[in-house]
């Protein structure tokens, strides 16, 4: 099925497709299979809505919504591939995957670019089922058993709205581009309380989570703006429930997701400001929901921490931005002095002493004969 969205209507209402009937009443199948074989009763309601957002991913969508359509599972599914009016051909590849599975993959198509006018569409109000699996249009699925393993999770834990797993990190262009994230131990990984997810190295990557549907929603009505539609956001409301004891995260201990990093992503293609911004609207959106004192204090170190690695990749930052962000730090936190201190640390770390320690270059005229006196010994030495 396709669905066209013509300007200026970029949010979907939720009879933009048919009513779902009844409830998760299947029979579970009596073994994993290709979801592409699926052959469930017409009506039947998916347990699973896979979500995959794709702007020119031309190179990648076929090869994403094939890692999808490889999925083994017991239970049915629904797939939802969205495409802001790319201009690569995306489009077309997701409407004959649309067209080849019509009870299967729903291809919802923009026909103007909606992300570049502030606007997110809420597509998770598409969703037919009780749990909502993301994947980005660049990233591919690559372990069959990925979605029956991470719902086997949830099901068996009431409190759990998150299971997240390990991915593969391709960085285009590198010579070893490949890491793995999160890097937790399998022990850490059975035992990781809330605040823990707080640290990078254990935040689960996009393409891997499966929330339950009914607090995704949740997310969406709590956050104001687009702060709810950015993963960053979504996670971090999801930490703060954490903590408050109203919902359980999981790491599924396998590496299930090849996830790129390239130029033409939506974070590896920002600017530092960008960064600065987005984090800082994020972070204030997410205070209120931080249990106050220590937990609203580590939400400010690490947001520290997040900037000053983009910092440290971009030196034209200006120290205005930085000076900025750790008083924005400092606010977030009752210890603001000791959250000031430590947030200018980091960033004295990361992005001060690297520039600081750098040779200077000499001017143009200074490389040349005569130029400071000292001829081209200046040229070979800065070159």
Avoid at 56 to 78: A, K, M, W, Y
Avoid at 132 to 158: M, S
Avoid at 203 to 227: E, K, M, N, Q, Y
Wanted: net charge positive.
């Amino acid at each position: 099925m396709t669905i066209v969205v013509p300007p200026p209507d970029f949010d979907l209402p939720p009879d933009a497709l048919p009513p779902a009937r009844g409830g998760w009443d299947h029979v579970p199948l009596p073994a994993p299979v290709p979801v592409v074989a699926h052959n469930w009763p017409a009506g039947t309601r998916p347990l699973v809505t896979v979500l995959c957002h794709t702007y020119n991913h031309g190179r990648f969508i076929g090869e994403t919504i094939d890692g999808i359509l490889s999925q083994e599972t017991t239970f049915p599914v629904q797939v939802i591939v969205h495409d802001d009016a790319s201009t690569d051909g995306t489009a077309a590849i997701v409407r004959g995957h649309a067209e080849r599975h019509p009870g299967l993959v729903v291809a919802v198509l923009h026909q103007e670019n909606a992300f570049s006018r502030g606007i997110h569409p809420w597509l998770p109000a598409l969703a037919r089922g009780r749990y909502l699996a993301q994947c980005d249009g660049d990233d591919r699925w690559i372990r069959a058993d990925k979605l029956e393993r991470q719902v086997a999770l949830l099901e068996a834990d009431p409190l759990c709205v998150l299971v997240g797993a390990r991915a593969y990190i391709w960085r285009e262009g590198d010579a070893c581009p490949y890491a793995i994230a999160p890097d937790s131990t399998p022990a850490e990984a059975a035992t990781l309380p809330p605040a823990a997810y707080l640290e990078r190295r254990h935040l689960p990557p996009t393409s891997t989570r499966v929330w339950r549907t009914a607090f995704f929603d949740r997310i969406r009505s709590a956050l104001p703006g687009d702060v709810g539609a950015y993963d960053l956001g979504q996670a971090l409301y999801t930490i703060a429930a954490g903590l408050r004891g109203e919902a359980a995260i999981r790491l599924h201990d396998a590496v299930v997701t090849r996830h790129r990093k390239h130029a033409g992503g939506i974070y590896t293609g920002a600017t530092s400001r960008w960064h600065v911004d987005f984090l800082a609207r994020i972070t204030t959106a997410l205070v209120p929901f931080f249990p106050p004192g220590r937990h609203r204090h580590r939400l400010a170190l690490e947001a520290a921490g997040w900037l000053a690695e983009r910092s440290s990749l971009a030196p034209e930052l200006p120290a205005l931005e930085r000076m900025r962000w750790a008083l924005h730090a400092g606010r977030l936190s009752r210890h603001a002095p000791l959250a000031l201190l430590r947030t200018e640390a980091r960033f004295a770390k990361h992005f001060l002493l690297p520039l600081l320690t750098k040779p200077r270059r000499r001017s143009p005229q200074a490389a040349l004969p005569g130029g400071d006196g000292r001829g081209d010994t200046a040229a070979v030495r800065h070159a």
